[in-house]
């Protein structure tokens, strides 16, 4: 197969190629390749997207998401690669799960499922999980995500045994006893609305937290959809002495401020808080010097009995997976803060780096992972049309630019858009 007249998103820059794809790999990539092909006129191609921060909910919950329904959002979202994280029912945290995951997303056959073990057994945070029987499962890193580790100790623990076994420990920092019940950012709109708040010490404690531990024992940690201008000082600080940390956010957070939750939409009510104009700000700048690493989802699928309730008894989270690569690339490329080869590294290359995935980066011999894009196609959020089972999106009626017309994945089209 031949992808020709294609602007393809490099490490260096943008260029006008033809891709050959054989095998699953990437075979030639050069300008006017011999041979008849698919034109690609128009289309720009990234190496497809990588998201190692979803939540599945299978097993356990398919009512809000199945392995399935998640891969079909996923390809049609641009991603070759989801990271599915362990609070499911039951949880990751032994082969068996793992195990069932990897060979119903072989089944689905649509994108690559890489499972996510929980750190504790249960996710009680009593006692490490099953790490090494898990590890030759198929799971990428360990996380508790939902909630932070308490103990101080098992976290070390954690993070010494994981680097045994090559994995890292991805962090949901919460300090729930500072949290108390909070369920949007502590601010002046929580004030106005009467709906309890935040703080950021609850996430930017246990953030520093986490870095202290990697300092101490020279072991790499990862923090996960970071949100606050503090908590991206306390990394970039780190990052400077030589701590192996790397971290994440997600779009919500550098597109919305804690204003959307004047109108009690339950759909903006996410882990961590959507927070102020100041954060906003430091999440993009954060973005634009490498202290931050990747853009994430988050993806957080619910059922709409699930939203359809009072603000404080909605549960958290964004169906994300259709709608993060428009969002990044309107707000931060059309809005001149990224190019276009540092929205692919933060989307594809780095979270391959850091979870050590094949992928990532459009070469010879690569994988032939790829994700084609009409960057001037303007398009307006429809839940309706999510291929997700969660509609549970605060982007609803939003206008954007950059639709994604197919995903490769191994060199086979998972998905194409059906023409009107």
Request: hydrophobic share 40%; aromatic share 6%.
């Amino acid at each position: 197969m031949i992808f020709k007249n294609a602007d393809v998103v490099l490490a260096g820059g943008v260029e006008r190629l033809d891709i050959r794809v054989e095998g699953g790999k990437i075979a030639e990539l050069a300008p006017k390749l011999k041979g008849e092909g698919v034109d690609c006129t128009g289309l720009t191609v990234f190496p497809a997207f990588i998201d190692m921060h979803v939540h599945l909910r299978e097993p356990g919950f398919e009512k809000k998401e199945d392995i399935e329904s998640g891969s079909r959002a996923a390809v049609r979202g641009g991603f070759s690669q989801i990271c599915c994280m362990p609070n499911t029912k039951p949880v990751i945290d032994n082969k068996v799960v793992v195990t069932y995951i990897k060979a119903r997303a072989k089944e689905v056959g649509l994108c690559k499922v890489q499972p996510i073990g929980a750190i504790t057994a249960g996710q009680e945070g009593k006692n490490l999980s099953s790490i090494g029987a898990m590890k030759a499962a198929g799971i990428v890193a360990l996380s508790e995500d939902g909630k932070s580790v308490v103990s101080t100790g098992l976290m070390a623990n954690a993070m010494m045994y994981a680097a045994d076994f090559g994995l890292k420990c991805l962090c949901h920092c919460e300090d729930s006893s500072l949290v108390d019940g909070g369920v949007v950012n502590e601010g002046y709109y929580s004030t106005l609305t009467g709906l309890k708040g935040s703080i950021r010490a609850a996430e930017d404690i246990i953030i520093a937290r986490e870095i202290c531990l990697a300092e101490s024992l020279s072991l790499p940690v990862h923090i996960c959809h970071v949100s606050t201008y503090s908590g991206v000082q306390l990394i970039r600080e780190a990052k400077a002495r030589g701590v192996q940390v790397t971290a994440e956010t997600c779009p919500h957070y550098f597109t919305l401020t804690d204003e959307v939750i004047a109108n009690f939409d339950t759909n903006t009510k996410v882990n961590p808080p959507i927070r102020e104009e100041r954060d906003r700000l430091a999440i993009i700048e954060g973005l634009k010097d490498g202290t931050l690493d990747c853009i994430v989802t988050d993806h957080a699928p619910h059922h709409e009995d699930d939203k359809n309730v009072e603000y404080n008894l909605a549960a958290f989270g964004i169906s994300g997976l259709e709608t993060s690569f428009a969002l990044s690339y309107t707000q931060l490329v059309k809005g001149g803060e990224l190019t276009l080869p540092a929205l692919a590294r933060a989307m594809s290359k780095n979270p391959a780096d850091i979870l050590g995935l094949e992928g990532g980066e459009i070469a010879v011999g690569k994988v032939a992972d790829l994700t084609f894009v009409d960057l001037n196609e303007q398009w307006t959020v429809d839940p309706k049309q999510f291929a997700s089972k969660g509609k549970n999106t605060p982007f609803a009626g939003r206008a954007v630019y950059g639709r994604v017309k197919r995903t490769v994945v191994d060199g086979e089209v998972k998905y194409e858009e059906k023409r009107k």
